[in-house]
């Protein structure tokens, strides 16, 4: 059994997420963490909305409330959404806690006094009609170096360097489409440059198992390697501390969020009781760690957050040691998917070129959105959602696959016995399937443990097809002399272990289905524990009037997940009439989810 920290990416509170999100973060971190509790690791599985820099405070403005209000509202919503998606956190929190604000401002400390960050004047892009600072990632133009006209102030997705908003040609605000004023001002900056030959042997040690998209994109990173600015001249987000005469200015969110992680992990062992069990999968050198997101975070989580922990070590070229934290685990893994557009269209909520989560889930099975990027998703190439493709996927594969099998083994147990019957001697047809099913736990899983989820989910319905196929050569439905009851109840008890298997094997991509199925097969629906909103109390600090500061969180309880291997069926279940676990779409919504999004 290994330990396992899924680390999620942090979905931005400006607003509530669209598909792209999820496709990138959500649902490959829950499938694969899923998974691995099932096959008996110990996974602690951590997130939260991130709440700090401007285009909050822009987003506030526009509408006449506080940064905080905003943050509180769009938190809330993002909650909601997650856990109606499934995806099981043992703790979705928020970085506006009391809580990360100590652990930031620990990490900042250390590494500071370990020497790893630098004071320097630099030019500082500023909103010239808010005088805020912009967030590099908020400023585009044209890169200097391949000429993408897309690049951002942080670096180009189209070549992978590392830029400032300085570099680009032809900047401008993707806020208010502004052009950017620069200024004089001083910042504290993360002495890469000190870090380059650690943080190049650490990733030197990845070639080959990480996928090549994110190997590429840190490689060229190291190539111009240089200091970058980790605070902000801004009012809303963690004070800067020994800059605490100086409120205007600010962690970098970028340093703030990613060490969200560790924080998440903190606040979830103090919520259990045992304020130290974190330890477990960021102190033990055994642990393993894997990351989740879209692949324009790459950089910030195989070089930026690898340089914070190695500078909180004391592992530079500088020197110096660990703090309170003690010595703080690597990543194992940056799992990056790539993007989703839609209709061939990339993603704008400002555009209108948006589906939001809540609004797809409010139409249509939560477990049909997952099973469709699960299949047609980014995983390692731009994929395109199409509302064509959604039906097509939802009606021929999980109604007249997945859910077609199960429904016709219920109904023809039902109809014919009422429980699942006692096999009489196998044939060589029924151990064949039985026996490609069995294989098929360690095919599957393999694939899901080594984030080739795609391949996976392949995988499991070919053996849906071959289930299918073994119902078409066997024909039960025409066995019903008394001479054939002997075969009638051997080929539904192999059907019935059948469906038995392909769920749990189906348990990480599709959960709610999975409890559904179950419980058309007679069990307790109990095969995936599902996720939980639970409100508390922040840990550290009130509101300004004194009450209790509450937030919303996910969690749960995941330790009665299914074990990933074959439960033999239990002769004489009962099997009542089934309903059918997935809806079938009317062709007819694909006109009307073009015409509502103007598609």
Known sequence: MSTILSAVAWPYANGPRHIGHIAGFGVPSDVFSRYMRMAGHDVLMVSGTDEH??????????????????????????????????LSYDLFTRTTTGNHYRVAQEMFKVVR???????????SAISPSTGRTLPDRYIEGTCPICGYEGARGDQCDNCGNQLDPTDL??????????????????????????????????????????RPNVIRFSQNFLEEIRPRAMTRDIDWGIPVPGWEDQPGKRLYVWFDAVIGYLSASIEWARRTGDPDAW?????DPEALS??????????????????????????????????????????????????????????????GIVIYVRDLLARYQPDALRYYISAAGPETADADFTWEEFVRRT???????????????????????????????????????????????GEVGDLIRTHHQKAALAAIMRLVGEANRYVTETEPFKLKSEEQQPRLRTVLWVLAQAVSDLNTMMAPFLPHSANAVDEVMGGRGDVAPMPRIDWVEDLDVTNDDGSARRYPIITGD?????TWERRAVVVGTPVAKPKPAFVKLDEAIIEEELARFGA
Do not use: C
């Open 113 to 123: 006094d370990n020497g790893y960050l630098i004071e320097q004047t630099t030019l």
């Open 279 to 283: 330890r477990k999968w960021w102190n």
């Open 558 to 562: 995941y330790r009665s997940a299914r």
């Open 169 to 210: 040609l032809n900047p401008h605000s993707r806020i208010d489409n502004e052009v950017p004023e620069f200024v004089e001002t001083t910042h504290y900056f993360l002495d890469l440059p000190a870090l380059a030959e650690v943080l190049t042997e650490w990733l030197e040690t990845k070639e080959g198992d990480w």
């Open 290 to 351: 894997y990351y989740f997101m879209g692949k324009d975070n790459i950089v910030f989580h195989s070089q930026i957050w690898p340089a914070e922990l190695l500078a909180y070590n004391g592992k530079g070229t500088r020197g110096g040691k660990p703090g309170e934290y003690g010595e703080l685990n690597l990543p194992t893994e940056v799992v990056s998917s790539e993007f989703l557009t839609m209709e061939g269209r990339k993603f704008a909520s400002s555009r």
């Open 395 to 441: 009606n021929n594969e999980l109604v007249a696959g997945w859910g077609n099998l199960v429904n016709r083994t219920a109904s023809m147990i039902h109809k014919r016995f009422g429980e699942i019957p006692e096999p009489d001697a196998l044939d060589p047809r029924d151990e064949h399937l039985l026996d490609q099913l069995a294989a098929g736990f």
């Open 53 to 86: 820099g401007t285009p909050i405070l822009v987003a506030a403005d526009q509408e006449g409330v506080t940064a905080r209000e905003l943050a509180d509202r769009n938190n809330e919503l993002i909650v909601e959404d997650l856990a109606k998606l499934g």
